[in-house]
């Protein structure tokens, strides 16, 4: 049997429990609309298996799925609102600095405290 992936064993806690906050929502938008998991996952295009793991929260369901199903549900445009350059407050913060096209990795990263957490 081949070992999990490392991905997997490093997502945290509290971004494991987003995903299932968002799956849970999923199904929750699902059971309004009085549909089964085999009507949705019919009508995104995908296995109801992999409905089951999205509704779980499992973090092995490649993205593009998840992203069948906001469409389904109309919310697909608000992905467009993720990752706004005008949201990245440490990239403003780096602004000063000259973008290079090549970025190679240091012995020890940046870091921001922006003292929302």
């Known amino acids: 049997m081949p070992s999990a992936s490392p991905v997997y ?22 059971q309004r609309r009085q549909w089964t998991q085999k009507d949705l996952a019919a009508k995104a295009g995908i296995s109801e298996g992999t409905l089951k793991k999205i509704e779980a929260g499992n973090p092995r369901v490649p993205v593009g799925f998840w992203l069948q199903l906001m469409d389904v549900f109309g919310i697909a445009d608000e992905i467009e609102l993720l990752a706004l350059p005008e949201n990245d407050r440490v990239g403003a913060a780096m602004d000063d600095r000259p973008i ?17 957490d």
């Open 100 to 116: 290079r096209q090549r970025v190679r990795s240091r012995t020890a990263p940046i870091e921001f405290d922006l003292g929302d």
């Open 9 to 30: 064993e490093t997502l945290t806690s509290r971004n494991q429990l987003r995903l299932q906050e968002l799956g849970e929502r999923f199904r929750l938008a699902r």
